[in-house]
Each structure stands twice: as structure tokens, then as C-alpha cells.
T-cell receptor, first 115, second 115 residues
């Protein structure tokens, strides 16, 4: 158990809909990262938050947004869903804001299926 | 931009045999290098990391990796594979700056262990 909690574990929805994925980082970790894992794209970095502020941005679509709340949990919002958004979405956390501060601890992921 | 290549998509080894998973990276300076393992239905777990210093690094579960700058490689090894090592293995690279974290993952190598 990494200490990172993601909900829901599975989600099935229709095209055009909007969903919210939630992540609670390990106790004491200030950084939260979102990754998307799909068969055709592999593991892609989406976005990072550090102590409530956006810290780094990767291949995140404009239809997607994220935030980190004062209690440090984070939410990833996916809107106007398309079939290609079906993927496993991972949240990870770390103590600091850069990789030179240590490893990332990954949650078990939220599997999104868009029909 | 940094990139990671894992040339082997699938590898099958017999239990007790030695294992080497290949990883080549592309990055201008000395990168931070990682190996993660993903068991079925689980998130990613860090096996080991290289930041600097000794080029042979030891990790968990009996794994080790060697950083070879001349070959831009960071291959993962284990002298004797156990059936429980069957999983997907990801090599990852990150810039050596502290400005955020954008781990770039390889496409992964699926390891199958024959009993």
C-alpha cells in the first residue's frame, strides 16, 4: 500500500459527459501528479501540483483540468469525454516538488471507460 | 526533450534464470533515472533510482541497475528471477533540475516467468 488513495477505482460513462477523479496523497506529501496510461500512448504525464499551486504541465488536454485543495487532495476533471479518453489515470505524490527530492508514490489508478 | 526507449516489449524467462531488461535514454545532461514495476491491477512501485555517484545501484526485491553514460543505458538486472517478478517494468527519466517533475516513462517491458 503506497498510501495514495484514488477514487473511484472504476468508472464507466458516455461520450460527452464529465467526470471527476479524486486523489488523496500520502500523509505529509505536498506534491501531487497525474498520469494517464493508455495502450497507444503509454504512461503520459499530465500535470503536477505542489502545495496548491500548479507546478508543471505535460500533455494535458484543454478539456481536462485539475486542482489541489488546501487539504492537499487533488481532483482531475475530464469533460466532453471522447472514446479515446478511456484509460487508467494514476495519481502520484511526493514530499517535494522535484524528482531530486525522492520517489513518486503511485495510487492504484482510476480506470475510466467511455462508451 | 528527454526520452526513454525500452526495446523489448515482452520478455519470457524461466524461474531461477537471470534477467536483464534494457533501457536507453536520451538527455543532454546527466539525468535522474528510475525503474518502476507495475503488477497487475496495481500502481507503479519504485524499484531503484540513480541520481549520481556509484553507477551500480541496488534496489528492492533483489534488483540492480547499472548506469552507463557511454551507452546512454540504464539496464535492470536480477540474478535469479522468481515467479512473483512477473509484471510490467518501466524505465523513466527526469531532468536533473528541481523545477517540477515530468517523469518520462518508456513504453514498458512485460515480463513473463515460466515455472
Amino acid at each position: 500500500d503506497s498510501g495514495v488513495t484514488q477514487t473511484p477505482k472504476h468508472l464507466i460513462t458516455a461520450t460527452g459527459q464529465r467526470v471527476t477523479l479524486r486523489c488523496s496523497p500520502r500523509s505529509g506529501d505536498l506534491s501531487v501528479y497525474w498520469y494517464q496510461q493508455s495502450l497507444d500512448q503509454g504512461l503520459q504525464f499530465l500535470i503536477q501540483y505542489y502545495n496548491g499551486e500548479e507546478r508543471a504541465k505535460g500533455n494535458i488536454l484543454e478539456r481536462f483540468s485539475a486542482q489541489q485543495f488546501p487539504d492537499l487532495h487533488s481532483e482531475l476533471n475530464l469533460s466532453s469525454l471522447e472514446l479515446g479518453d478511456s484509460a487508467l489515470y494514476f495519481c502520484a505524490s511526493s514530499v517535494g516538488q522535484g524528482t531530486n527530492t525522492g520517489e513518486l508514490f503511485f495510487g492504484e489508478g482510476s480506470r475510466l471507460t467511455v462508451l | 526533450a528527454q526520452s526513454v526507449t525500452q526495446p523489448d516489449i515482452h520478455i519470457t524467462v524461466s524461474e531461477g534464470a537471470s534477467l536483464e531488461l534494457r533501457c536507453n535514454y536520451s538527455y543532454g545532461a546527466t539525468p535522474y533515472l528510475f525503474w518502476y514495476v507495475q503488477s497487475p491491477g496495481q500502481g507503479l512501485q519504485l524499484l531503484l533510482k540513480y541520481f549520481s555517484g556509484d553507477t551500480l545501484v541496488q534496489g528492492i526485491k533483489g534488483f540492480e541497475a547499472e548506469f552507463k553514460r557511454s551507452q546512454s543505458s540504464f539496464n535492470l538486472r536480477k540474478p535469479s528471477v522468481h515467479w512473483s517478478d512477473a509484471a510490467e517494468y518501466f524505465c523513466a527519466v527526469a531532468p536533473d533540475t528541481g523545477g517540477g517533475n515530468k517523469l518520462t516513462f518508456g513504453t514498458g517491458t512485460q515480463l513473463k516467468v515460466e515455472l
